[in-house]
């Protein structure tokens, strides 16, 4: 008699409990937004390598969200991140859905560092190893077919 009082017990937990259905979260797509330009030139002779339209991330919560929650971007488009302090900075992978080249730049508009094809989802920290006020993420390899260097100078216009 215990025995089918604890089974008639759970048998009415378990089914008198209001079940709900999982719902499909939809999320809104995120499109590129043109903020502005940015041209990077070879440092010694000043030869342009590439100009790219740009979406600035100025506010704390586009620093945050970043290329986040989108599925691409365009070779001749690129997410430049503007900060108030020059510091090392570090990114990662979280939620983004495609692989990046990261590339750390001091405030003189120097490259400074990269971190080559940062992997889609992954969550590790990379770091900029330097100081840094910018911070320009473009389709991962394109920084090696364009053939970037370190002290590679940038320059950007807001639209």
């Known amino acids: 008699m215990k025995t089918f009082s604890l089974f ?62 989108r599925n691409s971007m365009k ?11 020059v510091a090392v900075h570090s990114f990662y992978m979280k939620n983004t859905e495609f692989a990046l080249d990261i590339i750390y730049i001091d405030e003189d508009l120097k490259i400074a560092s990269f971190q080559k094809n940062a992997q889609p989802f992954n969550e590790t920290g990379l770091s900029s190893k330097v100081p840094v006020k910018y911070v320009l993420e473009v389709n991962a390899g394109l920084s090696d077919e364009w053939g970037l260097e370190i002290d590679d100078t940038v320059s950007f216009i807001k639209d």
């Open 8 to 69: 008639l017990v759970s048998f009415i937990l378990l089914y008198s409990c209001k079940t709900e259905t999982k719902q499909e979260i939809k999320t809104e797509t995120i499109t590129f937004s043109k903020e502005g330009s940015l041209t990077i030139s070879r440092a010694e002779t000043d030869s342009i390598l590439t100009t790219l339209d740009i979406e600035i991330a100025e506010s704390e919560y586009e620093t945050q969200t970043g290329l986040m929650y």
């Open 75 to 85: 070779d001749n488009q690129g997410m430049l991140f503007i900060f108030p302090d």
